[in-house]
Antibody, heavy 123, light 110 residues
Framework: QVTLKESGPVLVKPTETLTLTCTVS??????????VSWVRQPPGKALEWLAH???????SYSTSLRSRLAFSKDTSKSQVFLNMANVDPVDTATYFC???????????????WGQGILVTVSS | QSVLTQPPSVSAAPGQRVTISCSGS????????VSWYQQFPGTAPKLLTY???KRPSGIPDRFSASKSGTSATLGITGLQTGDEADYYC???????????FGGGTKLTVL
């Protein structure tokens, strides 16, 4: 059974760095073509893809947020971490991590999702 | 402004059929597979279709999807009130080097 769960602070202050953790089970972070993506959704708005990381070390980031995002992972603990620097109130959103199938001849989709974590940026 | 364009809302009566369009470009939909997601308020998105027209186990065949050129379509037949949700298309954009989603379509079953 594949599961993902997000964890992290629910309230951060403007200009701080947000660190989110995605803990996965039911699959290995070392499995080829299975990555982890972060997707966020501001209240009442659409899904926004943020970034992904794959076992081959490939990391991709949203062009608009590239300078503020960074990945790391602990494969032994089945955890992926996303850092977002210099947060602003507009970054208030529910943040989801999702298992991503990709890098196979044009295939790219998110088949399992975490429940999401609502992060509020406010002083 | 989302890279993929969807109508903000669609509606139809119970039992009827509805389609939701997703318009993209030569750098995304035309060259990559499209997926569709269903999201109920306050919950995570759920994969409905992938690789243009495949359904994960457990998704009823009332849900179907197709792709042609730079556009994709999700079809839902035999509409039920329980289908009321937001629907998103998604794919990879080669030029951006990023995943992309549509702006979402709210389905109302009248």
């Amino acid at each position: 059974q594949v599961t993902l769960k997000e964890s992290g602070p629910v309230l951060v202050k403007p200009t701080e760095t947000l660190t989110l953790t995605c803990t996965v089970s039911g699959f290995s972070l070392s499995t080829a073509n299975l990555g982890v993506s972060w997707v966020r959704q501001p209240p009442g708005k659409a899904l926004e893809w943020l970034a992904h990381i794959f076992p081959n070390g490939v990391e991709s980031y949203s062009t608009s947020l590239r300078s503020r995002l960074a990945f790391s992972k602990d494969t032994s603990k089945s955890q992926v971490f996303l850092n977002m620097a210099n947060v602003d109130p507009v970054d208030t959103a529910t943040y989801f991590c999702a298992r991503t199938v990709g890098y196979i001849q044009g295939i790219y989709y998110h088949d399992y999702w975490g429940q999401g974590i609502l992060v509020t940026v406010s002083s | 402004q989302s890279v993929l364009t969807q109508p903000p809302s669609v509606s139809a009566a119970p039992g009827q059929r509805v389609t939701i369009s997703c318009s993209g470009s030569s750098s995304n939909i035309e060259i990559h597979y499209v997926s569709w997601y269903q999201q109920f308020p306050g919950t995570a998105p759920k994969l409905l279709t992938y690789e243009n027209n495949k359904r994960p186990s457990g998704i009823p065949d009332r849900f179907s999807a197709s792709k042609s050129g730079t556009s994709a379509t999700l079809g839902i037949t035999g509409l039920q009130t329980g289908d009321e949700a937001d629907y998103y298309c998604g794919t990879w954009d080669h030029s951006l080097g990023a995943g992309v989603f549509g702006g979402g379509t709210k389905l109302t079953v009248l």
